[in-house]
């Protein structure tokens, strides 16, 4: 019973998102999946770098929220700066009621202002994928008997025109860095697409604002191969997003100790707070793998179960440049 009506419910929050200002993904690793926080990075590593993630979110629902994405990017010095493609698969709701697929190139034009401080500035074209799974697995509030739960015998909704919707998105970017600072921004969904089944709503824009640093723990000590532990590094950090209406802030602290990682970032919103995220990772020569748990202390605690996320980063040998360029520092999880 309380499964049929968690069910009940979960699919009838999912039409709603069909016409409804929908959110995009909240990834918990930021710089582990740098092209979806912000395009600008495209290139920002030099060498060819494929990034993996995998997230389930909330699984202590009835079918828990799943994405998947990849990422490749590579500096050209004839183009001066980088390219870069993603791709995305999100599923919600049981059996991936409603899912998004999304296909993304950008370029980042790469600049030198000061001797240390470099600028990147992106521009991103995606094509989106809206599908809705309509089979028996919705459930709407007037197929909810209060006795007996769910009854196949009441009509629900009457099925839209069309299930799939492609369309065409844009999002930008732009990067500053020096040797222990980098901060940036992003605008995402800047035609605001529409992705509604039964009527149009369009995808509100989101704003990314984001920034942080490096503190050596002891600013004399040289910093040891990927082989052995390395000078302690210290980096706070925050992100700061804006959709919809909703504000959300994070900050967060990284300990890099090499080969080791672990950060805690607290997540929370205009009124109230969401969540407390722990972070570890492994990075190897140019291999990297990283997890990190949402603990929910919001009122959704008690039925989610958090939420999980893997990344595998891997950095290809530098093809041979005409010109040396330097590799915009961030954090690696």
Same mark, same amino acid.
């Given at each position: 019973?309380?499964?049929?009506?968690?069910?009940?419910?979960?699919?009838?929050?999912?039409?709603?998102?069909?016409?409804?200002?929908?959110?995009?993904?909240?990834?918990?690793?930021?710089?582990?999946?740098?092209?979806?926080? +912000?395009?600008?990075?495209?290139?920002?590593?030099?060498?060819?770098?494929?990034?993996?993630?995998?997230?389930?979110?909330?699984?202590?629902?009835?079918?828990?929220y799943t994405t998947v994405s990849a990422s490749y990017d590579q500096y050209f010095n004839d183009l001066h700066g980088g390219i870069?493609?993603?791709?995305?698969?999100?599923?919600?709701?049981?059996?991936?009621?409603?899912?998004?697929?999304?296909?993304?190139?950008?370029?980042?034009?790469?600049?030198?202002?000061?001797?240390?401080?470099?600028?990147?500035?992106?521009?991103?074209?995606?094509?989106?994928?809206?599908?809705?799974?309509?089979?028996?697995?919705?459930?709407?509030?007037?197929?909810?008997?209060?006795?007996?739960?769910?009854?196949?015998?009441?009509?629900?909704?009457?099925?839209?025109?069309?299930?799939?919707?492609?369309?065409?998105?844009?999002?930008?970017?732009?990067?500053?860095?020096?040797?222990?600072?980098?901060?940036?921004?992003?605008?995402?969904?800047?035609?605001?697409?529409?992705?509604?089944?039964?009527?149009?709503?369009?995808?509100?824009?989101?704003?990314?604002?984001?920034?942080?640093?490096?503190? +050596?723990? +002891?600013?004399?000590?040289?910093?040891?191969?990927?082989?052995?532990?390395?000078?302690?590094?210290?980096?706070?950090?925050?992100?700061?997003?804006?959709?919809?209406?909703?504000?959300?802030?994070?900050?967060?602290?990284?300990?890099?100790?090499?080969?080791?990682?672990?950060?805690?970032?607290?997540?929370?919103?205009?009124?109230?707070?969401?969540?407390?995220?722990?972070?570890?990772?492994?990075?190897?020569?140019?291999?990297?793998?990283?997890?990190?748990?949402?603990?929910?202390?919001?009122?959704?605690?008690?039925?989610?179960?958090?939420?999980?996320?893997?990344?595998?980063?891997?950095?290809?040998?530098?093809?041979?440049?005409?010109?040396?360029?330097?590799?915009?520092?961030?954090?690696?999880?």
């Open positions: 019973m309380k499964k049929g009506l968690k069910t009940a419910l979960l699919g009838v929050m999912l039409l709603g998102a069909a016409g409804a200002n929908a959110q995009d993904v909240p990834f918990s690793q930021f710089y582990a999946n740098p092209l979806y926080l +912000n395009p600008a990075f495209a290139g920002s590593a030099v060498a060819p770098r494929i990034s993996l993630t995998y997230r389930a979110q909330w699984p202590g629902l009835v079918s828990p870069g493609a993603i791709i995305m698969s999100d599923r919600q709701g049981d059996h991936g009621i409603l899912s998004t697929n999304m296909l993304g190139v950008m370029y980042a034009f790469h600049f030198q202002v000061t001797r240390d401080i470099h600028i990147s500035a992106a521009l991103q074209t995606s094509l989106v994928q809206n599908a809705l799974n309509w089979s028996t697995y919705l459930r709407f509030p007037g197929q909810i008997d209060p006795q007996t739960g769910y009854t196949y015998g009441i009509d629900g909704m009457q099925k839209p025109d069309k299930t799939s919707r492609i369309s065409l998105d844009f999002n930008a970017g732009m990067l500053v860095s020096g040797n222990k600072w980098y901060g940036g921004f992003a605008v995402s969904h800047l035609t605001q697409p529409n992705q509604a089944f039964y009527s149009e709503d369009r995808v509100p824009m989101k704003i990314t604002v984001h920034g942080g640093g490096f503190f +050596n723990v +002891n600013e004399e000590a040289r910093r040891q191969s990927s082989l052995g532990l390395g000078t302690p590094i210290i980096s706070p950090n925050i992100v700061y997003q804006y959709q919809g209406g909703l504000h959300y802030f994070n900050y967060g602290v990284y300990l890099d100790w090499v080969p080791f990682l672990v950060g805690v970032w607290f997540r929370h919103g205009t009124e109230n707070i969401d969540a407390f995220i722990f972070q570890a990772g492994v990075q190897q020569d140019h291999f990297k793998v990283g997890y990190s748990y949402d603990v929910t202390v919001s009122k959704l605690a008690n039925s989610t179960a958090g939420s999980h996320e893997l990344t595998v980063g891997l950095l290809l040998p530098v093809p041979e440049q005409k010109k040396k360029v330097k590799a915009i520092r961030c954090p690696s999880f």
